[in-house]
């Protein structure tokens, strides 16, 4: 019995484990967390300086955030549909955030063009700094989403050639987390910017 117990003891505890490519991708957001966190906050600490401009965000933003926030339900959409194996269904989905990847990418752009049309205008002598903060912010989250576009088009490769389905979800996955990521970072930006310009 005691020989039982000291095999026992000696039996390593479980130990948590996460997939590394999902650990890498949590590592990539929580960078780019901190990246935009170090940007919003260097935004607060430079208007408090004063010499600051203030004016209203494009109305356009609005109808961008919108279609950002719809992109997130037809990618959970399409998780949902790899989950059950209706692929047809996934596809339909994936194609549908790609558009509306697209489309907000198109309307981001309308809003810079709002606010040259306003007088904001990024670096230069006759700039002002919270002008540049706009267009720095919007368009590094423009960067991410392009990635995000490049994400969705390599899952539906993937989907056609029967590689998501039931039981490889690992690529949805990782699409899904991230697509939820760059809505919510666009979503923290806006409201960020509504309430501190």
Same mark, same amino acid.
């Given at each position: 019995?005691?020989?039982?117990?000291?095999?026992?003891?000696?039996?390593?505890?479980?130990?948590?484990? @996460?997939?590394?490519?999902?650990?890498?991708?949590?590592?990539?957001?929580?960078?780019?967390? @901190?990246?935009?966190?170090?940007?919003?906050?260097?935004?607060?600490?430079?208007?408090?300086?004063?010499?600051?401009?203030?004016?209203?965000?494009?109305?356009?933003?609005?109808?961008?955030?919108?279609?950002?926030?719809?992109?997130?339900?037809? @990618?959970?959409? +399409?998780?949902?549909?790899?989950?059950?194996?209706?692929?047809?269904? *996934?596809?339909?989905? =994936?194609?549908?955030?790609?558009?509306? +990847?697209?489309?907000?990418?198109?309307?981001? =752009?309308?809003?810079?063009?709002? *606010?040259?049309?306003?007088?904001?205008?990024?670096?230069?002598?006759?700039?002002?700094?919270?002008?540049?903060?706009?267009?720095?912010?919007?368009?590094?989250?423009?960067?991410?989403? =392009?990635?995000? *576009?490049?994400?969705?088009?390599?899952?539906?490769?993937?989907?056609?050639?029967?590689? =998501?389905?039931?039981?490889?979800?690992?690529?949805?996955?990782?699409?899904?987390?991230?697509?939820?990521?760059?809505?919510? *970072?666009?979503?923290?930006?806006?409201?960020?910017?509504?309430?501190?310009?």
């Amino acid at each position: 019995m005691k020989k039982y117990a000291d095999t026992l003891a000696e039996q390593p505890s479980p130990t948590l484990t @996460m997939n590394p490519k999902k650990f890498a991708l949590w590592l990539f957001i929580v960078t780019v967390i @901190m990246l935009f966190g170090a940007w919003t906050s260097a935004y607060i600490v430079r208007r408090a300086e004063g010499n600051w401009l203030e004016f209203d965000m494009p109305s356009v933003f609005w109808a961008s955030s919108i279609v950002l926030l719809v992109s997130s339900f037809t @990618m959970h959409a +399409g998780y949902r549909f790899a989950k059950q194996d209706e692929l047809d269904k *996934l596809k339909i989905a =994936i194609s549908i955030t790609f558009v509306l +990847g697209l489309t907000f990418l198109a309307l981001q =752009i309308k809003g810079w063009q709002e *606010l040259v049309n306003l007088g904001v205008f990024f670096g230069g002598a006759t700039s002002n700094p919270s002008g540049s903060f706009v267009y720095v912010l919007s368009f590094v989250h423009i960067l991410h989403l =392009i990635g995000g *576009l490049v994400v969705l088009v390599v899952a539906l490769v993937a989907t056609y050639n029967y590689k =998501i389905h039931s039981k490889s979800l690992l690529q949805i996955e990782l699409c899904a987390t991230y697509w939820h990521f760059l809505d919510f *970072l666009w979503l923290y930006l806006f409201v960020f910017l509504l309430a501190n310009n």
